[in-house]
Each structure stands twice: as structure tokens, then as C-alpha cells.
């Protein structure tokens, strides 16, 4: 692949337009468009409908950029920065990927890829472009809209005849070729509005943002600034950069929300714009503007500048922006303010999206542009939402900034969830399989769960009301749904795409609420098992949630089999231990009358019997489901007591230790302990852990319940002695990572001593290796069996098999089991209404939404559509195919690609779509300079050149060819359908 795009000629550009729109309602992918009502607002004496737009960057440096964004709400646009470094000279100086907006956003560009003439041509294009659109499409007022441009980097290139024809043509274009080719394209497109196009304004643009690089001198900046007032007589904003706030203030901020990781040192804060410096110049600027009639303002903020230090971008230095970048610039903006009374203008960029966009525009600061928030899934489409929610606001003109207020949200913003950095390290949101070529749309959180549950059709079941349906369809695979409604680590949400957005949706709960409101109907319906007679029997030893869960799918079968358990009830750990504030004994019993309705015979009291006894009874199958009892040591003296044990008596209503509790380990278990403790009365609960919590293994929303809960955090120890009502710990410092990522604790040989009467050891349950040992079953050096033993038709799984494992866990190694006893898997249908509509899907993307009447209206069914790389792609270089079967395909547009890297941070799969999804190409040379994509090059008529399995051929479409029928009817709907794609 090449990183240079090619603009599309403006004759291809309105074809594109007008097919899709005609055919599909959706201009570039944008697939709803916001229609302006009557509300305007003044700004350099132009007039713009919302008071938003896309940010100088990624997505304001192609037409169709723009006009995507204009489609979905966008009406003032910040035109990317140029600056008389430009083309192949620029772009060989930025690294690829050069975007990752994964949670906070980073990136490593800065001004326009193209040439400045190439930039400038484009930026005419779309002006012309929304010109027509605004009004044959009914998108609003053709005079709402404003292109603001952005210029750097230094008086000497700004004044250079590059950017001062640039500039010049920006403000009247009516003497350019491309200006005079987009009327007469225009014509011929709709020859019935040749009047109006004809008086299609040619300036483009009047007023500037000024953009300068880090480091840049005060009066070189205001030279700048001067200069384009003065000369160019343009209304003018000039960018200030988050240094301004000084060094010890950022990183008082950002430490304070959980940033702390994020490095950088003071030397931009030394060399950059001092505040000292920055005010009396903006108010002499200011004096300059109103005397020359014009407008002049600060564009709050630039990204910040911060060191990469674990490999984030492919660079020494990136760019921060988004949801850290918020709190700074709101900061910047009240401080500004209060120096100014509020009427100095503010042009806001930095971290706006939904839900806070209201509040800044309240506050009288606006335009607000945008760039992290149109980066993540949804894209463009997420300026819809916003323009709805601003357009039910007050719309006045320009009087000054709510002080007050713009100084209460900064302060808000420092404890907003939406903007503090999560408690722990984000999880891998990626699977592990790769994007296939075809047929690559994914449900992430089916493939996230360890038994691959249905999970979008039983939320679409939910949604209906069909509750007894979803749970029927919830226990196809799962025996268990009051337990894993309740308890389940729900790997599946952290895969959740709805995590891009704001939250996962709640797909536990909505587990549960099926489970609750279908309960009773699906019992009544169960058919019974149809008996197996063929001699085969089964011993599951343990009657936990492997165990039961084995039984079930094992009884469901017709399967005779048998659960031995040792203690008085079925549950095991989960019935035994963990506290009943998180999992009740009912929820327990409901799942325990499903697998009796299976047929299960159950021992109670009973240990198990060995192997060969077994066997002698006629079992053919044994599997082995014990749970993790043993308790791990902590060697150090003094009232240690293990986890399990204490756990257990607690809940058994025994007495136990008590007083001052410390709890040494990070895992959920140990969560459970102190929150358990502090319910049971003890005087004070406190977590002590050697590294820090963000490096607990306890899943976050454990972590975050023991917070809430008042437990106490004793970080960066190692229990050392517990004596005389104190628990005396050496402290530790963290070094380098480990194998798992995690940084090693070291000692210091400080030490630190807490009141404590009790320790209660969490460092890690085992399994019980002589019950195997016993048996003949060998374990490898842990301890631990494998699934499949040595011994004929004797299985391990669960706990027993992992180690401390999740239950759901404990159900997919049930499922192993009990398919190979059956001989295969578990055949069943599902419903076909639980498949949401195609049009349902698309109508939920781009829309945050953190609560709604049910979970099922949150849910992005990716099963029915994905295409989260085509959303994000800021060049729209990710297209969706509808073949003539309805099926819909990604096709990558290599001419349309400057490798950002944005789409792989998104795909749910382990790939990167840019690279690895079926691509047309436009040149033969960028086929050949792209040996790894797969896809092909049209050679006139149809014929193609294709890549695809290693193989380069051509292929004629209307003879007989080498390609698979499927890729034949996609490249050959691309050549007919889609033909404006070609160029």
C-alpha cells in the first residue's frame, strides 16, 4: 500500500454522491442525515446552522471528509492545517499508524498530507459540493455552513507564495480552474438549478485559525496573527497549546484522574507561550481585530504534546486529545475567561462529544470542533445526535463567556466519569481470530464469551419482551443463567463495541432479567430427555458449576449420569463462599431445578469414590469437577487465616476472626473478603497488595465495588509480620515488567505497619493433586491434569483443570466433556425474530446512550452489521458492498488510504482491514506496491487483475476464470454497482 492518497476529481465525487444517495439515502456512508431547522447563529458575517464541527485534522482533509460530515450535523468546519512543508516531503516524515483513539486519543500528524494546492482544490470541491447538497437534498440553508482555515507554522512560510495563494484563493476562487470545473460539473449534474449555481459564492473562506508548532515565540505568533488581520483582513483565531496551564498544573490534573502514566516532561511548558506572555498579546490582537472590523478569538486547545513510552504510535513524540485532553482545556478556557471577563471569544476543541458538548455551548463558548469523539465507531454519524441535542437549545449570538460556569464544569470534568481514566488497565478488546476476507461482520462479545454464547439474539429476545424464548436460547449453552446472570466476570462486555461509545451493554443483567421473567414458562415447556440406552453412564465428581453444568448437558442428552459431591448441597464454591450480598441461595437453587429437570441423580455426603471403583460400578465416562478448596500460603507469623476457609464459616454463620482485617492478595476472592469483612463488623478492612491496584488481577468491577464499599488500599507492601494487633509490611517499588506484562515489585527495605488482629490469606486456591495422584491421573509439575487424562475415559475440567477459574470457564470445559461423550455437539435452532433488522442496526450507530428502557436498545446487534472499519475511516476508504444476495461486504479503496491505522484499532478481529480486506486498487503500480492486500484492478471492461492466495492473474468475468464464485460476483457487483468507486 501507498500512504498517498489521490483525491477524487470532482466529476467522480458528485457521481458518488448522487448514485448512493438515490439509491441507498446515505452520502458516504453517513446513513442519516441532519436536516437543519431554522435556527442560525452569526460568526464572521457568515451564518452556521449548529455550532460543531470536525476539527483541523484527519477529518477535514478530503472533500468527502467534509461532506460526510456536513451530512451527519457538521456546519463549521476547521479545514486542516496547511503550511509550506506539504505532499511526499511531509508525509515521509510521519510514521504509520499515526492514529490510536482506542480510549484517550493519540496521534503523530499534524498539517494536511496533500499539497497545499491539492488541499486547497479539495477544499473548494466540498464547498461546491454542500453548496448543491444543501439544497436539492433539503439538508438546510446553503449560506449555514462556514469554512474556518488553519494555517502554520511561521510568518516566513505563511507569507510565502504557496499559503499566500492559498489564502487568497480561499477568499475569492472564482479565477480557479477547479473553482470554474465545479460550476460546470455542477450544471451537468442538475442542469435545473443552473441559476443557483451559477451564484454559488466564491469565497470560501474568511478567517483563520492559527496554528503554530510548539516552542514558537510569543511575537513571532503575534506577528502572525497581526499579519492576517492587517494584510489579509481576516477574522482570526489564534490556537493556544495546554502548556499554557503550566507544568505543575497539567500534571496535577491528570494525575489526579488516573493519567498518571502519561509522560512527559516540562520543556514544552518552558519553551511554548507563557501566560504571563500570552494576555497582554491577546489583548492587543484583540484591539487590532475590532479595529479593522473583525472577529478575533483563542481556538482552545492544541493536542499535547507527550512522550511515547510503551509503543503506542510508531514515534518519539505524539499528541494527546480526547477525553484527557477535556479537563485541560476547560481549565485553559475558565482561567482565560476569568482574565478576560468573559469576552474574549473561545473556538473550543478538546475532548467534545455528546455529552458534554450542551455544556460548553451553555457556557457561550462555541464553535466547538471535534476530532477523537467521529474517530471511534459510529464516525461521522455521532454528529447527528449532537446536532438533535443542540438544536433544542437556545441559539444566541456571541455576548461573552458564562465565567462561572465554564469554571464549574472544569471542575466537574475532574471527577466525570466520562473522563477519568478507568481503575485498571483497559482489557484487550480484540479477539484473537483473524478478519477473514468475506463475510467478516462478528458479534465481539459472542466471541469474547468462552462459550460463544448467543448473545445478540437473546438481548434481541429481551428487547421483544420474549423472555421465556431467550432463556430457552440462553441454555442451549448455558445451564446456568441465574449464576452467570448474577456473577459471571462477563468477558463478553468487555469485547462489547458499545465499550467505544460510553458503556458495555449490560449483557449479565440482561441475562438475569431473562432469566427471572422466562423462569417459570421455560420449566413449564421442558420436554423431557429421551433415554440413551447404549450403555453408556457418567460419574461427574464435584457438584459446583462445572459439575452441574456437565450433568445438564450430560441428562439433556438422555445420558445417565451421576453427581457425587462431598458436601450437603450442590454449588460448591459459589454456594459455599461467596458471600450471599453478591449471589443469593434462590439464584443458586432455580439452576439446580433445571438440571434436575434433565434427570440428574445427585449424591449428597458422598465422596468420591475412586477410578476403578467407578468403573467396577459401570460408569464409562468420569469427570473430574472438583473445585479449587486448598488454600495458597503465606508464610510470614502471627493470625493468618486462609481465605476459603474463613469465607466458608463466615457464611455457615460460625464465628470468625475479626478486630482490624487485612487481606493480603488482589483478586476477586480477596475482594470478596475485605467487602465481607467489613458487613461482618470488623473495625477497619484493608487490602494489601505488593504492586499497585491498577496491577490487581481482580476484575475491575470488583475492584471498584470495594472501593465503593469503604475498603481500605495498602499498595506497593509485602506482609512481613503480624503481631501485637499489627500487621508490619516491607514497602516495594515497581520495576521492570514480567512475563505477564506486570511490573515486578521490588523491595526497598523500608517498612510500614497497619493495625491489624487478622490476616486472611487471598494469594491463590489450588486444586487438591492427590485426589488425581491417588487415581493414577497424571498432573504436570503444578499439580494440574489435563483435560483428556491418561486414564481411558476420565476428564479434568474446571477449577480442577485451570486452577481458580471463572464459571463460565468451568461451563465451556463442561461442554468438552460432555460432547465427547455424545459424540458431537449440541444441535439447536434459533429463532429467526431473534435477529434484529438490518435497518434496527444502522439506526442505533453513532448514538451514545448510557441508559434506555432495556439493554436491547443499547445493543449494536454487530451480528447483523459490523462494518466498524468503514465507520471509522475519517477518508471513507472502508466501503460497503451489498451483493445481489443481500449479503454485505467490506471493500478497502486503496487510492482513498493514508494508512491512519484507525480502522485496526476498531476491528473486533486481531487484523488491520486496510491490509488485510479484499481491495480495489486504481494504479497497477499501487497493486504492486501492495503485495499483502488481496483484491484487484480493473483492466477495462471486465477484465481484472487479481491477487488472492498468494496468486497474481487476470481474470476476464465474462469468460471462464480461476476466481471463486463469491469473489466473482463482488468484484463484478464493484464494476457494475458501484462503478464510481473505480475512478
Known sequence: MSELMTPIPFRDLMNWITTEYLRDGSVFGVHKPYRAGVKKLPIFGETIETPFGPAAGPNTQLAQNIIAGYFAGARFFELKTVQKMDGAELAACINRPCILAEDECYNCEWSTELYVQQAFEEYVKAWCALKIMSKVYGLGDPNGFVFNMSVGYDLAGIQGEKIDTFLNGMMDASQTPIFQECIRVLKEFFPQESGYIDAISPRVSGSVTVSTLHGCPPDEIERIASYLIEKKHLHTFVKCNPTILGYDTARSILDGMGYDYIAFDEHHFNEDLQYEDAVPMFRRLLALAQSH???????????????????????????????????????????????????????????????????????????????????????????????????????????????????ALALAARSDKYHLKAVKPLPRRKLYDKVPLTDCFTAPCKGGCPIQQDIPEYIELCRRGQYAAALQLITEKNPLPFITGTICAHRCMTKCTRNFYEEPVQIRATKLVAAQRGYDALLAKLPQPVPVTDGRKVAVIGGGPTGMSAAYFLGRAGIPVTIFEKANCLGGVVRQVIPSFRISDEAIDRDVALMFRMGVQVRLNTPAPSVAELKAQGYTHIFFAVGAWKA??????????????????????????????????????????????????????????????????????????????GVQ???????????????????????????????????????????????????????????????????????????????????????????????????????????????????????????????????????????????????????????????????????????PDGRHQILHVDRMCNECGNCAVFCPYDSAPYRDKFTLFLTRKGFDDSEKNQGFLPLGGRKVLVRLGGKVFEADLDGQNDLPAEIEVFILTVLTKYSYLLG
Not at 358 to 366: P, V
Open 632 to 709: 495458597g500460603r503465606l508464610d510470614i507469623p502471627g493470625n493468618v487465616v486462609p481465605v476459603i476457609g474463613w469465607l466458608k464459616d463466615l457464611k455457615a454463620g460460625k464465628d470468625v476472626s475479626l478486630g482490624h482485617v487485612a487481606v493480603v492478595g488482589g483478586g476477586n476472592t480477596a475482594m470478596d473478603a475485605a467487602r465481607a469483612a467489613l458487613r461482618a463488623g470488623a473495625k477497619s478492612s484493608t487490602l494489601v497488595y505488593r504492586r499497585t491496584r491498577k496491577y490487581m488481577p481482580a476484575d475491575a468491577e470488583e475492584l471498584e465495588l470495594a472501593m465503593a464499599d
Open 293 to 407: 472590523g473583525l472577529e478575533f478569538g483563542l481556538k482552545l486547545s492544541n493536542t499535547f504534546p507527550v512522550d511515547v513510552k510503551n509503543k503506542e504510535l510508531p514515534s518519539e513524540e505524539m499528541y494527546m486529545a480526547g477525553k484527557s485532553l477535556f479537563p485541560l482545556t476547560t481549565t485553559m478556557a475558565a482561567r482565560i475567561s476569568r482574565e478576560f471577563g468573559g469576552k474574549l471569544r473561545i473556538s473550543y476543541a478538546g475532548g467534545a462529544d455528546a455529552f458534554n458538548i450542551d455544556k460548553l455551548f451553555a457556557c457561550g463558548i462555541w464553535p466547538i470542533t471535534m476530532a477523537t469523539t467521529e474517530l471511534k465507531p459510529g464516525g461521522y454519524q455521532r454528529f447527528v445526535q449532537i446536532g438533535d441535542k443542540l438544536d433544542a437549545m437556545e441559539f444566541r449570538p456571541f455576548t461573552g463567556v458564562d465565567v462561572a460556569g465554564i469554571e
Open 713 to 883: 488500599f495498602l499498595e506497593l507492601v509485602a506482609p512481613v509480620e503480624q503481631k501485637d494487633g499489627a500487621l508490619i509490611c516491607e514497602k516495594m517499588r515497581l520495576g521492570d515488567p514480567d512475563e505477564k506484562g506486570r511490573r515486578k515489585p521490588v523491595p526497598t527495605g523500608e517498612t510500614v505497619s497497619i493495625p491489624c488482629d487478622t490476616v486472611i490469606s487471598a494469594v491463590g486456591e489450588k486444586v487438591e493433586s492427590e485426589l488425581f495422584t491417588a487415581n493414577g491421573i497424571e498432573v504436570d509439575e503444578k499439580g494440574v491434569p489435563a483435560f483428556r487424562t491418561n486414564l481411558d475415559g476420565v476428564y479434568v475440567g474446571g477449577d480442577a483443570m485451570r486452577g481458580p477459574a471463572t464459571v463460565v470457564e468451568g461451563i465451556a470445559d463442561a461442554t468438552w466433556f460432555a460432547n465427547a461423550v455424545i459424540g458431537e455437539a449440541h444441535k439447536y435452532a434459533i429463532p429467526a425474530h431473534a435477529k434484529a433488522s438490518r435497518a434496527d442496526a444502522i439506526a442505533k450507530k453513532g448514538i451514545l446512550c448510557e441508559s434506555a428502557k432495556c439493554e436491547g436498545d443499547r445493543c449494536l446487534t454487530c451480528n447483523v452489521v459490523c462494518q466498524v472499519c468503514a465507520d471509522v475511516c475519517p477518508n471513507r476508504a472502508n466501503v460497503v458492498i451489498e451483493l
